[in-house]
Protein backbone atom coordinates (compact mmCIF):
# COMPACT_ATOMS: atom_id res chain seq x y z
CA UNK A 1 0.00 0.00 0.00
CA UNK A 2 1.38 3.41 -0.99
CA UNK A 3 1.23 6.22 1.39
CA UNK A 4 1.44 9.91 1.43
CA UNK A 5 1.86 12.38 4.73
CA UNK A 6 1.01 15.68 4.36
CA UNK A 7 2.48 18.75 6.41
CA UNK A 8 -0.59 20.33 5.98
CA UNK A 9 -3.90 19.70 4.22
CA UNK A 10 -3.54 18.00 0.98
CA UNK A 11 -5.72 18.07 -2.66
CA UNK A 12 -5.20 15.04 -4.16
CA UNK A 13 -6.27 15.33 -8.13
CA UNK A 14 -4.93 13.03 -10.67
CA UNK A 15 -3.38 9.61 -10.27
CA UNK A 16 -1.58 6.81 -12.37
CA UNK A 17 0.01 3.81 -12.15
CA UNK A 18 3.71 4.11 -13.48
CA UNK A 19 4.41 0.63 -12.98
CA UNK A 20 3.21 -2.79 -11.08
CA UNK A 21 5.14 -1.06 -8.13
CA UNK A 22 4.76 2.50 -8.35
CA UNK A 23 1.41 5.00 -8.67
CA UNK A 24 2.42 8.60 -9.94
CA UNK A 25 0.16 11.55 -8.60
CA UNK A 26 -0.55 14.98 -8.52
CA UNK A 27 -0.44 16.53 -5.37
CA UNK A 28 -1.60 20.33 -3.60
CA UNK A 29 0.09 20.94 -0.37
CA UNK A 30 1.16 23.85 1.47
CA UNK A 31 0.08 26.19 -1.48
CA UNK A 32 2.49 24.32 -3.81
CA UNK A 33 1.90 21.61 -6.40
CA UNK A 34 3.84 18.65 -7.03
CA UNK A 35 3.65 15.28 -8.66
CA UNK A 36 5.00 12.69 -7.10
CA UNK A 37 5.93 8.74 -7.07
CA UNK A 38 4.59 6.35 -4.40
CA UNK A 39 5.90 2.83 -4.14
CA UNK A 40 3.80 0.02 -2.87
CA UNK A 41 7.23 -0.55 -0.37
CA UNK A 42 6.14 2.69 1.07
CA UNK A 43 8.69 5.03 -0.43
CA UNK A 44 7.84 8.20 -2.34
CA UNK A 45 9.30 10.70 -4.16
CA UNK A 46 9.02 14.48 -6.07
CA UNK A 47 9.11 13.81 -9.45
CA UNK A 48 8.20 17.39 -10.22
CA UNK A 49 7.68 20.87 -8.57
CA UNK A 50 6.77 22.14 -5.96
CA UNK A 51 5.18 24.57 -8.41
CA UNK A 52 3.23 27.99 -6.20
CA UNK A 53 -0.35 27.91 -6.74
CA UNK A 54 -4.20 27.59 -5.37
CA UNK A 55 -5.66 24.31 -5.31
CA UNK A 56 -7.86 25.16 -8.31
CA UNK A 57 -4.88 25.58 -11.20
CA UNK A 58 -3.19 22.68 -10.94
CA UNK A 59 -0.28 23.51 -13.56
CA UNK A 60 0.09 19.32 -13.89
CA UNK A 61 -1.31 17.25 -16.32
CA UNK A 62 -0.61 13.27 -16.34
CA UNK A 63 -1.57 11.19 -18.99
CA UNK A 64 -1.68 7.53 -19.58
CA UNK A 65 -3.64 4.47 -17.63
Request: proline share 3%; glycine share 10%; aromatic share 12%.
Amino acid sequence: VARYEAETGFVFTDFRWLDKTHAIASVFDDNQWQVISLGVDGSSEVLLGPVAGDETQNPFLLTGS
